[in-house]
């Protein structure tokens, strides 16, 4: 069982930058892999990153290729998402989720993840 708690979001201007962080209970942490997925209004929650058990993979939906960093301290139990060059149509509630599964791949499908947090806004003024 992982138990997930999101933190790091808020108001910020477009261009800025937000760093959302993943708290996770539990010491097999480093035994699963973890995604950040994203959910505005009247959206389906898709898929933003996601990251291997190690934090030496990671992959990103297409949109945040190059705006957006993933990564992982094992040795605190929490993963992290850089975002910088922040748009409007950024604003959403962000989650993170952990997989089903100890020991398996990081992956981009939502249903391949077992646990989530209960996300942290993030609005982007223009």
């Known amino acids: 069982q992982v138990q997930l708690v999101e933190s790091g979001g808020g108001l910020v201007q477009a261009v800025g930058s937000l760093r959302l962080s993943c708290a996770a209970s539990?010491?097999?942490?480093?035994?699963?892999?973890m995604g950040w997925f994203r959910q505005a209004p009247g959206k389906e929650r898709g898929f933003v990153a996601g990251i291997s058990r190690s934090g030496g993979s990671t992959g990103y939906a297409d949109t945040f290729k190059g705006r957006f960093t993933i990564s992982r301290d094992n040795a605190k139990n929490t993963v992290y998402l850089q975002m910088n060059s922040l748009k409007p149509e950024d604003t959403a509630v962000y989650y993170c989720a952990a997989r089903s599964g100890a020991y398996a791949s990081l992956s981009s499908q939502r249903h391949e993840y077992a646990y989530w947090g209960q996300g942290t806004q993030v609005t982007v003024s223009s």
């Open positions: 539990g010491r097999t942490f480093s035994s699963y892999a």
